[in-house]
């Protein structure tokens, strides 16, 4: 993504949140941060809050108005906590974080995210003004989150959309390669075991099955199997003595 992108608080109420949002909008990326009309006073609890965000504090630009401040934007998204599903309220449908970071995310120009305030939220005259609205989901008999949680949910989405080919992002957790060979393996392994120490015949098959399901939603790592296959070659000699025992004392 070579957009610009600011982050527009309309009419914020409380200090510590402006700060937070501007540490969010540090955090993932974020140009510029714009203040509409601002109750907070942006003092020393926003300061304290905005921690490594505080240059994009100090430069925060203020204007009067929603149209003033997304004026010569080129995409504008507001922030909505109604889904609007197949609604036709808002004239248009809402889209998710995850699915605004795939739509901005070859653009060029300037995208302005837009926040409403912590009472009321954007009003209906600003949200039509919006090329774009976004929707967090979340508990329907509670739906609303804080500002400054709203702002890191979606520009967490908008960075994360940016891929990991992004030279400032940090690295994502590495892709994990699949390691089928190994998991029979250690299946087969588990099997022996079994029969050797006398595990009943007929409780063998429903253990490996949860083996392999419990695999399954762990999806360990190549080095991983080959770590535990390394406890069957371990246990090989002791269940060999074990063997041997019982042959003598019969």
Known sequence: MSARLDVVLVRPKEDGNVGAVARAARNFGADGLLLVAPRARVGAEARRRAMGGLALLAAARRFPTVDAAVADADLVVGTTDLSTGRSNAYLRRSVSPERLGEVVRSLRGRVALVFGPEDNGLSRDELHRCDL?????????????????????????????RGVADPETTPAPEALELAGSEKELFLARLGDVLARTGYPAHKRRGLILLFRRVLGRATPTE????????????LGPVLEDRGSGHGRQR
């Open 133 to 161: 609205l976004v929707h967090i989901p979340a508990r329907r008999d509670f739906p609303t989150l804080n500002v400054s949680h709203a702002a890191a949910i979606v520009l967490y989405a908008v960075h994360r959309a």
């Open 223 to 234: 080095a991983e199997f080959r770590m535990m296959l390394g406890l069957w070659k371990s």
